[in-house]
């Protein structure tokens, strides 16, 4: 695999060199648990040594307990062993989890070398030793140090959630919070985690399918406790600023992202065909597009030649009253990428938030949130995700009836859609779906770079399509004088589309128009259309520098205004398999110009967006009052009749 520029190879030796030290700590080692407590965690017989305390916490806010703890004989081997119901043979699923873990410490140690290497910590801990530290560096060596330990316990979770990934079964664990958490240093950091590690698999690992689910969720739960420890640390930018690459595995580390096998998802959806999709023909040509877009990314240099040159949608907003096919839509588009991706040999991801995965535990809705995120970001895929009703899903700021689920969901997407961290690299992309797109918080809601109006069927073309379609092949019933499927021609229907939008739809939004172009004439000039977008946000103050960005990505797109060719997503070779930047010019030859007529129509399609929600949105509230005096009205009423 050929590395990006800013990628560094972890070598193989370096890594085999530190299999001793690795070995060491999965056979054995001592340690006295500071921060959590003893779990109550059979011991097998293999593994003698290790505590059998009950846990104890104290439930007074605020005290302190003082504990004394002893050493605990920590045998991962052992323990290991023993997850096989008393088979005296090591069995193949053990020696996989034993092999996985040992590698994952020896990468991490690597890492943390090469991390002290580049920050000058090692020679603050050589100076340490030898009693030469002067005395003004005693802070900086322990911000290092805590550096150090944080690096070194992401990356061995990082390692081991990418290497034994593979092997996961259906069985899921639940093993709770990681507590044994230590900053002192990178050794005893690890020393800490295969201590609770050793914990968990001696309480849960009742079985090898359960003892991979453990290793896994633990790994899981390390990197989420770390990455929020990380957040408030110092010291790490030189990991954050680099990657690394292990060939031998196909690992690649970059900073606190997880790293995942490239492993498609199974598909259980009904696809639809394009034909299919009746209407909605901008939203239909522009899933269409996107999908083929997606499949420029180039797994070497993990990027997207779309996201380098500007016109790729990364996340979109799809909204519509109930039955005009936002459904429909998704199966369209999954359905291509899956075709496309088969042909290409891709991995597929697709995945799809939903109602299900708000929690009742604080903190658990933003965990499934963020891992559904990582999990379609994850650049060895080709990803799709979905968040369908995301105003059932995703809380609105400030109203009292979001849940604490909701609120954590809906800071998590923020964050990952347009936050300080958010890597466009044009491997994935994430459609936000809505009946009533008005009830969206409205950052959120102006995180999706693009927006597809699902209006469904329109003209009387396509009510005569969509009943011959859903009919079925058993009648015999003539279609009569129609062309089946004429009206559905993409390009027709989407130039028809996009020219209604040289005006304005929305009364509100038409005034705008109307009054800057009275004053300043047709709107032919930068200066002339800055002038139209600054009426556009007196009328509407949350018209935004997001909302501008948002609507030049949309003319970038309309400068990309092509399909690849269906040739190259059949024929490999013609361009898929093409290296990064014979795709990028391939591209480029059939970018088009902007003009004035594209950019007008963009301000017009997002701000008309804008207005109908806001518009929807005091309807909704003036609706829910009228109602509210008229109950108020009906109910003193009866009270004064039932005085009388």
């Known amino acids: 695999m050929s590395q990006t520029s800013d990628t560094m190879e972890l070598r193989e030796e370096d890594i085999v060199a530190h299999y001793a030290a690795a070995t060491a700590m999965v056979q054995g080692f001592d340690h006295t648990p500071r921060i959590a407590e003893a779990k109550d965690a059979p011991v097998a017989e293999k593994s003698s040594g290790i505590g059998t305390r009950r846990r104890f916490r104290s439930t007074t806010p605020g005290l302190v307990t003082r504990r004394t703890t002893r050493s605990e004989g920590v045998q991962l081997l052992a ?47 050589r100076a340490n030793l030898e009693g030469t530290l002067p005395a003004g560096k005693t802070a900086e060596f322990s911000e290092f140090l805590t550096a150090e330990a944080l690096v070194t316990l992401f990356v061995f979770a990082n390692a081991t959630a990418f290497l034994l990934a593979p092997h996961a079964g259906e069985e899921t664990v639940e093993i709770g919070e990681v507590e044994e958490v230590l900053t002192d240093n990178g050794t005893l950091a690890l020393h800490g985690a295969l201590w609770e590690l050793d914990q968990d698999i001696g309480l849960f690992a009742d079985t090898e399918p359960k003892l991979v689910a453990t290793v896994l ?15 408030t640390a110092g010291r790490l930018d030189p990991f954050t600023s680099a990657s690394w690459t292990v060939e031998e595995d196909g690992l690649t580390i970059r900073g606190f992202s997880p790293a995942r096998k ?15 999709v009746v209407g909605n023909h901008i939203a239909k040509y522009q899933s269409m597009k ?60 697709y995945q799809n938030l939903s109602t299900d995965n708000i929690d009742s535990y604080q903190g658990k809705s933003g ?10 970001i994850d650049p060895g895929v080709i990803g799709f995700g979905t968040i369908d009703d995301i105003d059932q899903l995703a809380g609105k700021r400030g109203d009292r009836q979001s849940s604490a689920g909701q609120l954590e969901i809906t800071a998590v997407l923020m964050e990952s859609f347009a936050g300080a961290n958010t890597v466009v690299r044009g491997n994935c992309t994430f459609g936000m779906f809505s009946n009533y797109p008005e009830n969206v918080d409205d950052a959120l ?3 999706a770079g693009a927006r597809f109006l699902v209006d469904g069927p329109q003209t ?9 379609l859903l009919m079925g092949k058993n009648h015999d019933i003539p279609v009569g004088d129609h062309e089946v499927f004429s009206a559905q021609e993409i390009k027709k229907a989407v130039a028809a ?3 209604s939008h040289s005006k304005p739809h929305e009364p509100g939004l038409m005034n705008v128009f109307d009054r800057v172009s009275s004053q300043v004439g047709e709107l032919d000039t930068i200066n002339k259309l800055g002038t139209y977008l600054k009426g556009i946000q007196e009328a509407d103050s949350r018209f935004t520098g997001r909302a501008i960005k948002n609507i030049t990505d949309a003319v970038k797109v309309r400068a990309m205004d092509f399909e690849l060719p269906d040739a190259w997503m059949e024929n490999p070779e013609l361009f898929l398999q093409k290296d990064y930047d014979t795709k990028k010019a391939m591209i480029e030859e059939m970018r088009q110009p902007i003009t004035v007529e594209m950019v007008i129509q963009e301000i017009n399609r997002y701000a008309d967006s804008e207005f109908r929600y806001a518009d929807k949105s005091d309807e909704v509230a003036i609706e829910n009052m009228v109602r509210d005096y008229a109950r108020q009205e009906q109910a003193k009423k009866r009270y004064l009749e039932g005085k009388s």
């Open 497 to 499: 589309s996009f020219e």
């Open 290 to 349: 996107l999908a083929k877009m997606l499949m420029a990314y180039d797994f070497d240099r993990k990027l997207n030649p779309f996201a380098e040159l500007g016109g790729f949608i990364f996340t979109f907003m799809g909204d519509g009253a109930p039955g005009t096919g936002k459904t429909t839509l998704i199966q369209m588009m999954a359905g291509l990428i899956n075709d496309y991706c088969q042909v290409a040999g891709y991995a597929f991801r």
């Open 79 to 125: 323990r290991i062993e023993g997850a096989d119901a008393g088979d005296d043979l090591v069995s193949p699923a053990q020696a996989t989890v034993l092999h996985g873990l040992r590698r994952a410490i020896a990468i991490a140690l690597t890492v943390a070398e090469q991390y002290a290497d580049r920050t000058g910590l090692a020679d603050l801990k």
């Open 445 to 447: 809601r102006q995180r």
């Open 217 to 231: 969720a633990f790994a899981e739960a390390l990197m989420g406790k770390v990455e929020a420890r990380a957040s």
């Open 262 to 276: 490239g492993k498609s998802s199974t598909l259980t959806m009904t696809f639809k065909k394009p034909n299919e």
């Open 367 to 376: 965990q499934n949130a963020k891992a559904f995120i990582n999990n379609v």
């Open 460 to 468: 009387r073309e396509d009510y005569v399509d969509i009943l011959y």
